[in-house]
T-cell receptor, first 115, second 112 residues
């Protein structure tokens, strides 16, 4: 158990819909990362937040947005969903200020299926 | 997009055999990491490498940070069935955001 909690574990929805994925980082971790994992693209970095502020952005579509709340949990919002958005979405956390570089702790992921 | 080339894509071996996989990049990374993902789980860190030329072991796992900082390899000795999973290399360029770039993974199957 990494200590990172993601909900929901599975989600099935239709094209054009909007979903929200939720992540609670490990206790004390200030940094949250979102990754998308698909069969053909592997693990793709989407976005990072540190203590409520956006820190880095990857290949995140304009239809996607995220935020980190004062209690440090994070939400990833996916809108106008397309079939190609079907993937595993991982949240990871790290202490950032005290942890070693690269020590990201991943949740179990949210599997999104768009029909 | 992906900038790390990881090979092989998959391996099917007999229990007890040694395994080697590697990762190359066209650009330099300051940190190399190896993660393992079990079915239905998120990736878990196995080994982290912080200096060019560094060789680090974690039990039956050994990884090296290439001298050019553009490659890394992971060896698993005397494989066992629980080694089954997907192994990912990841690189970090440095700076404060700790963003990782991942390879596409090596799927390892161990035949008992």
């Amino acid at each position: 158990d990494s200590g990172v909690t993601q909900t929901p574990k599975h989600l099935i929805t239709a094209t054009g819909q909007r979903v929200t994925l939720r992540c609670s980082p490990r206790s004390g971790d200030l940094s949250v990362y979102w990754y998308q994992q698909s069969l053909d693209q592997g693990l793709q970095f989407l976005i990072q937040y540190y203590n409520g502020e956006e820190r880095a952005k990857g290949n995140i579509l304009e239809r996607f947005s995220a935020q980190q709340f004062p209690d440090l949990h994070s939400e990833l919002n996916l809108s106008s969903l397309e079939l190609g958005d079907s993937a595993l979405y991982f949240c990871a956390s790290s202490p950032l200020s005290s942890g070693l570089p690269g020590e990201l702790f991943f949740g179990e992921g949210s599997r999104l299926t768009v029909l | 997009g992906q900038q790390l080339n990881q090979s092989p894509q998959s391996m099917f071996i007999q229990e007890g055999e040694d395994v080697s996989m590697n990762c190359t990049s066209s650009s330099i990374f300051n940190t190399w990491l190896w993660y393992k993902q079990d079915p239905g789980e998120g990736p878990v860190l196995l080994i982290a490498l912080y200096k060019a030329g560094e060789l680090t072991s974690n039990g039956r796992l050994t990884a090296q940070f290439g001298i050019t900082r553009k490659d890394s390899f992971l060896n698993i000795s005397a494989s066992i069935p629980s080694d089954v999973g997907i192994y990912f290399c990841a690189g970090q360029r440095g700076g404060s955001n700790y963003k990782l770039t991942f390879g596409k993974g090596t799927l390892l199957t161990v035949n008992p």
